[in-house]
């Protein structure tokens, strides 16, 4: 690793993750806000006939929303807060993991970049600690205000292990994607073509566990995607907080990590 290519990195990108950190940190509050006001005015009492109704149950069920789950402090938080900071937080870690890579080529840089006395290998590698510097900062932002949030609105004590087994859980999900971004890149002909194709992955792999949720039959589907080894159902079942959720995420990031340092030691460089 290349102590300068490392810093010049963090330097690049603290922005992008402060920015971020602020959009997540005000959609915290905002959503932690209401919990006590729809408790209070008994609007999940109401909703009992929508989700009885099996369409509109198995249609808000692939969007993460559980009728059982919201009811509960930690339940809600899940619900809303943390299912939308695994998308945006997945979003944020793939897009930057891709800009990281492919950002030198954009730019016009790389041949400045690679006539240095740094091998492609220590640049990647460089560039792979600032991102899961930068994205790891995200997270530990991101759970100490759901922390703080809870602490502040919940009317009922809450499984902190719960919490923190979700947040761990969540963070391994964004580091593998910021993986993935990194082997887009580095396969990506253009480097263009790496925002449109990381946006794709995402959102393809949220549908998925989405529809993933809605029956039995379509349960297996959901195993294609990373967002189905996140542990969000906290009511139904504890949080089994199984080494196998983290070693597939490890796993994931790995080979993605692997590849990626294959293919870009080899890759013809658009200067």
């Not at 330097?11 to 408790?39: D, E, G, K, Q, S």
């Not at 009492?45 to 919201?70: A, H, R, Y």
């Not at 900071?85 to 030198?104: P, Q």
């Not at 887009?184 to 992955?201: D, H, Y």
């Amino acid at each position: 690793m290349n102590a300068n290519v490392f810093f010049m990195e963090l330097r690049r990108h603290r922005r992008v993750i402060l920015i971020w950190c602020a959009v997540l940190l005000v959609l915290n509050a905002f959503m932690m806000f209401f919990y006590p006001i729809v408790i209070e005015s008994g609007v999940f009492q109401q909703m009992d006939s929508f989700f009885s109704n099996p369409f509109f149950k198995g249609m808000m069920t692939t969007f993460g929303v559980d009728l059982e789950n919201m009811t509960s402090p930690l339940g809600y938080y899940v619900t809303y807060n943390a299912v939308y900071t695994m998308l945006l937080g997945s979003l944020v870690a793939i897009l930057l993991g891709g800009r990281l890579v492919a950002r030198e080529e954009k730019e016009k840089t790389a041949e400045f970049l690679l006539t240095k006395p740094v091998t492609r290998g220590e640049v990647l590698n460089s560039k792979m600690a600032a991102l899961a510097v930068l994205v790891t900062g995200l997270n530990v932002v991101v759970v100490l205000a759901g922390f703080i949030m809870l602490e502040i609105f919940s009317d009922a004590p809450y499984d902190v292990g719960a919490f923190l087994t979700v947040s761990w859980q969540t963070w391994l999900l964004t580091l593998a994607f910021g993986a993935v971004g990194f082997l887009v890149a580095a396969l990506a002909k253009r480097a263009r073509a790496v925002t449109g194709a990381s946006l794709g992955i995402v959102l393809g792999f949220y549908i998925v566990s989405g529809l993933s949720r809605i029956s039995e039959s379509t349960r297996a589907i959901g195993f294609i995607s990373p967002f189905r080894f996140v542990q969000t159902d906290i009511v139904a079942g504890a949080p089994d907080g199984g080494w196998w959720r983290a070693a597939y995420f490890i796993g994931l990031a790995a080979v993605c990590v692997l590849v990626s340092h294959i293919v870009y030691r080899r890759k013809d460089i658009l200067l």
